[in-house]
């Protein structure tokens, strides 16, 4: 099913700030023709929480998640050319997990069952699995993210240090771990970049509020991201030398867009939860109200999209593909359902 309609966006000036390195995006007024497109799901789905997350550089596969008969969890579905498959390395039980999805239809992903747990890597060309072993003493906790080199980010239990740690498993050799900041507890790892970076969140001594660090080498120690109001921040995607992400709490916190190369940040209106090579941005109305800001896709250029109320957009496409944006549309019977936009400005 495809639904057209058109969005105008309201245009203003570019605002200058007095803080060094920090620009706000500036805001003009595009008027866009987006198509609807709603993904199908797979014969036993559920009706309920179903989603596109992400997808490959190439626009062929899509990867997010939708409910299914005798699973308690969302489980992952891999679009291949708009035809959906689930994944799991346990067809008849257990529950799945996908993070991300790269060049060639590769996925990684985690399958939970009462006698075990598998950690894969999913061939949507051979159709198949490869598990991943970990060496003895590290227990994976959660795989969160690969790049193109197959090289697997996540949390893993270290019973020598006995504790949480972050790691890096390299393509085609042992996982090592990732420098933590003294006294801080790891949260999350939230991505790993195709040039090998990678962010991820910190509890800071005593407790408090996680904020987002940078390593910029796995043998790096973590650098802190700085906000430009608040000092908390969430990085959550890296594309090339940007990091997409937003400042947490406080009445003038914003979206942000960090230069890995360089001290400038770049100021917008919301939080931003993907980037593309161009440093378009998508954005999924984090720092409203919830459920009354819709998504936004930013052009490096100050141009925006607004989106339907309803739509929250977690994918943007690289500027030569057909389809500009991925995420969930909210139906007339409160259900989400997963979509993408084709839009042209």
Not at 14 to 40: H, I
Request: aromatic letters at 8%.
């Amino acid at each position: 099913m495809i639904r057209k309609w058109a969005a105008l966006a309201a245009g203003t000036t570019l605002l200058v700030t007095t803080v060094p390195a920090v620009a706000q995006a500036a805001r003009a007024t595009v008027e866009a023709t987006c198509a609807r497109s709603v993904l199908a799901l797979p014969a036993d789905s559920l009706p309920g929480s179903s989603a596109a997350r992400t997808a490959d550089p190439s626009g062929r596969y899509l990867l997010g998640e939708a409910n299914r008969e005798g699973r308690q969890h969302g489980q992952p579905v891999l679009w291949v050319d708009g035809v959906p498959r689930w994944l799991s390395s346990r067809q008849e039980d257990g529950e799945s997990f996908a993070y991300s999805v790269v060049e060639g239809g590769l996925v990684v992903g985690s399958t939970y069952a009462l006698d075990g747990t598998d950690h894969w890597i999913y061939s949507a060309t051979t159709d198949s699995y490869r598990l991943l072993k970990p060496p003895p003493g590290l227990q994976i906790s959660q795989l969160t993210g690969m790049n193109k080199r197959q090289d697997i980010a996540g949390l893993a239990w270290d019973e020598g240090l006995g504790r949480q740690v972050p790691f890096v498993w390299p393509a085609g050799g042992q996982p090592r771990l990732l420098a933590v900041p003294a006294g801080h507890e790891v949260l999350y790892l939230d991505d790993i970049s195709d040039e090998g970076l990678i962010v991820g969140r910190f509890t800071p001594p005593g407790g408090g509020i996680a904020t987002s660090y940078l390593w910029k080498s796995y043998g790096a120690q973590p650098v802190r991201l700085r906000g430009v109001h608040t000092k908390t921040v969430w990085a959550r995607d890296i594309e090339g030398q940007w990091i997409a992400g937003e400042e947490i709490g406080g009445a003038d916190a914003t979206g942000l867009i960090w230069n890995t190369r360089s001290p400038r940040i770049v100021q917008v209106e919301e939080g931003v939860v993907d980037l593309n090579s161009s440093r378009d941005a998508v954005t999924a109305g984090t720092l409203g109200v919830p459920n009354t800001y819709t998504s936004l896709v930013i052009r490096s250029d100050g141009t925006r999209i607004e989106f339907p109320e309803g739509t929250l957009l977690s994918h943007i496409f690289e500027r030569t593909n057909k389809l500009t944006a991925a995420g969930y549309h909210i139906t007339e019977s409160g259900l989400p359902e997963p979509v993408v936009y084709a839009c042209t400005d």
